[in-house]
């Protein structure tokens, strides 16, 4: 291989500036969505991660005004982060109205739906003579958020983990960290881990190795911490000694956002934006699409546009009490009409039997007309 002298260097070594150069004025994108059970903090974890307002509270008292409308929405919140210069256009999918009914049957499959969709999407861009400019909401991440029962995982939610899992880079998130013990939330981490193992769940994972050795101690806690445990607060609370931090105020004392014994909030914030938002996306291209985009390209002619079946839960049920109101409806005919049919031979049992007498009536009749024209009739002498 051949190599420049000590001291005459080109300017080979200078590339990394230039793709950094490159890569600031140009900024990053990241689609990052949340999904998971209503009243368990995505939006205040959202505004915490960020530091902003990224969306809004929801009113509480209208949280439950559309439940008698079964449907899970997808919700897309943009905004545009800077810090030091360097631009990151946001993009959070959040999924309203999933897990929210007592009869849940498919109502993961807005979701899924929407993560295939982007695939296509970006692939039927890639497919056009010009691709300048092209329109990327592909999810990098999705945080799915576990209600903390202290059990296990509910069966909802492992169905969706497990589709979820090989479609996009899925992060396991324990809300509301500080209603559970330490004892109890580690159990629960336990609980959750070996159903993840069970059910061949995939979770997003990361190379452990660096080129050094803190970079590698802190990939392994941060790996070692999977399912984060999380607490989201937007309010400044004043803790004992003194200090004033991102938390909530409890009678026994406060319960810190940003302090590593009291969750993984850190370590999580550290995943998706200090350490491995570059991985998240590359992973994202280089793995999820390419699967999508193979699995497609093998059934599918190039510009082929993609059949899609409808798959609404809500069409779904309203098909479902279509066809049994339908069903009814024809048995009831069924069974009006076999009535009708009972009465019409009843009815012409009774009208042969009237006739039958009636005929026979006429034979008596003719038999004593008979009887009587032969005692009328002039005797011989």
Not at 146 to 174: A, F, Q, Y
Not at 246 to 275: M, P
Not at 318 to 323: D, G, K, M, S
Request: aromatic letters at 6%.
């Amino acid at each position: 291989m051949a190599s420049t002298q000590a001291g005459a260097g080109i300017g080979i070594a200078n590339l990394p500036n230039q793709r950094h150069a490159i890569a600031s004025k140009k900024g990053s994108a990241l689609t990052m969505m949340i999904a998971g059970e209503s009243g368990l903090g995505k939006t205040t974890f959202i505004n915490t991660l960020f530091t902003t307002t990224i969306k809004a509270p929801k009113n509480h008292k209208r949280r439950f005004n559309k439940t008698t409308e079964k449907t899970v929405e997808i919700e897309i919140i943009r905004a545009e982060l800077e810090e030091k210069q360097f631009n990151v256009k946001l993009s959070v999918i959040d999924t309203p109205g999933f897990g929210d009914y007592t009869n849940n049957r498919d109502s993961w499959m807005p979701i899924i739906d929407f993560i295939d969709d982007q695939h296509e999407s970006y692939m039927r861009q890639d497919q056009q003579p010009k691709r300048q400019e092209l329109s990327d909401m592909r999810v990098h991440c999705c945080l799915y958020f576990i209600r903390p029962t202290g059990h296990t995982l509910k069966p909802l939610d492992i169905e969706v983990m497990k589709r979820l899992g090989t479609r996009v880079n899925l992060i396991p998130v324990i809300a509301k960290a500080d209603t559970m013990t330490p004892t109890d939330l580690h159990k629960f981490k336990k609980r959750i881990l070996e159903v993840i193992a069970a059910q061949n769940i995939q979770c997003y994972t990361f190379p452990l190795e660096s080129d050094d050795e803190a970079s590698t101690k802190r990939n392994m806690s941060i790996m070692a911490a999977m399912p984060f445990s999380i607490i989201g607060s937007t309010e400044d609370v004043v803790t004992g000694d003194g200090r004033t931090v991102k938390g909530r105020q409890y009678s026994w004392g406060v319960a810190e956002v940003e302090n590593e014994d009291h969750c993984d909030f850190k370590k999580l914030r550290q995943l998706l934006i200090r350490t491995h938002m570059l991985d998240l996306i590359h992973s994202t291209e280089e793995t999820h699409y390419e699967n999508y985009r193979h699995a497609q390209m093998e059934t599918r002619k190039i510009g082929e546009p993609k059949v899609k079946t409808v798959t609404n839960p809500k069409w779904k049920e309203e098909e479902e009490a279509l066809r049994k109101r339908f069903t009814e409806q024809v048995r009831l005919e069924e069974n009006r009409f076999r009535s009708w049919e009972q009465q019409l031979i009843a009815e012409r049992d009774r009208l042969n039997k009237d006739l039958e007498a009636e005929h026979s009536h006429i034979k008596a009749l003719e038999a004593e007309l008979e009887s009587m024209q032969v005692g009328l009739s002039p005797k011989r002498k």
